[in-house]
């Protein structure tokens, strides 16, 4: 967590052992905050990771991680962490 003027920054690692779940920040942000994701990946795998982040909100977000293989089948991504952060207003 890093405080800037009247921003805050959050960061972390979610996703290991689940498709779909909510992320806390711990606190509250004045508004909703922007958040974006960047999924840490074996680069042995022939596949295309996806982190789709939405209901954004003051306290959290949810998340849901998908792959798309070579032939073209999309399916789940459990086990695949990925980072995020949310930089928003707290004043």
Do not use: C, L
């Amino acid at each position: 967590m890093v405080d800037v003027n009247f921003s805050r920054i959050v960061y972390g690692t979610a996703g290991d052992g689940s498709t779909t779940r909510t992320v806390s920040y711990g606190f509250d942000y004045k508004s909703t905050p922007t958040v974006t994701a960047g999924i840490i990946v074996n680069p042995i795998y022939s596949s295309i990771y996806v982190v789709m982040i939405y209901n954004i909100t003051t306290s959290g977000f949810q998340y849901k991680k998908m792959f798309i293989t070579n032939s073209g089948s999309v399916t789940e991504a459990s086990k695949e962490k990925f980072n995020w952060i949310a930089i928003g207003t707290i004043n």
